[in-house]
C-alpha cells in the first residue's frame, strides 16, 4: 500500500511563491511522480511529472518557467516550487504515484493518489 500526504498549501498573493510537498510511504521507487490540480467542477488538470531518477520532467504550458517539480528518493518526498503564481492556479493540488519510471501527462497512468492540498491565490 502507498500512502501519498500533500503539505504547503496555503493563501498567497499574485506574484508570490509556495512550495508544496508531498511525502510518499510504501514503494516509490522506480516510479515516477506527479502533481495535478483540479478547480471544482471542472477536469483534473496536469501540471508536472518527474522521473524516477530526476533526470527528466515534463510540464502543462500553463505552468512552465514558473513551477519546478524535484524529488529527493531518500525522504522519499517530491516537491512543487511554486513561483509567479496568479490567480487562475488557484485550485487544489494533488501529488501521485506513476505506474512508470519515466512520467506522464496522463492522469490515466498514475495509481496512488494523495488527498490534496489547497492553493490559493488572490488578485
Known amino acids: 500500500q502507498v500512502q501519498l500526504v500533500e503539505s504547503g498549501g496555503g493563501l498567497v498573493q499574485a506574484g508570490g511563491s509556495l512550495r508544496l510537498s508531498c511525502a510518499a510511504s510504501g514503494r516509490i521507487s522506480s516510479r515516477s511522480l506527479g502533481w495535478f490540480r483540479q478547480v471544482p467542477g471542472k477536469e483534473r488538470e496536469f501540471v508536472a511529472a518527474?522521473?524516477?531518477?530526476?533526470?527528466?520532467?515534463v510540464y502543462s504550458e500553463s505552468v512552465k518557467g514558473r513551477f519546478t517539480i524535484s524529488r529527493d528518493n531518500a525522504k522519499n518526498t517530491v516537491y512543487l516550487q511554486m513561483n509567479s503564481l496568479k490567480p487562475e492556479d488557484t485550485a487544489v493540488y494533488y501529488c501521485?504515484?506513476?505506474?512508470?519510471?519515466?512520467?506522464?501527462?496522463?492522469?490515466?497512468?498514475?495509481?496512488?493518489w494523495g488527498q490534496g492540498t489547497q492553493v490559493t491565490v488572490s488578485s
Open positions: 518527474i522521473s524516477w531518477g530526476g533526470g527528466r520532467s
Open positions: 501521485a504515484r506513476g505506474t512508470s519510471a519515466s512520467g506522464s501527462s496522463r492522469s490515466g497512468e498514475y495509481d496512488y
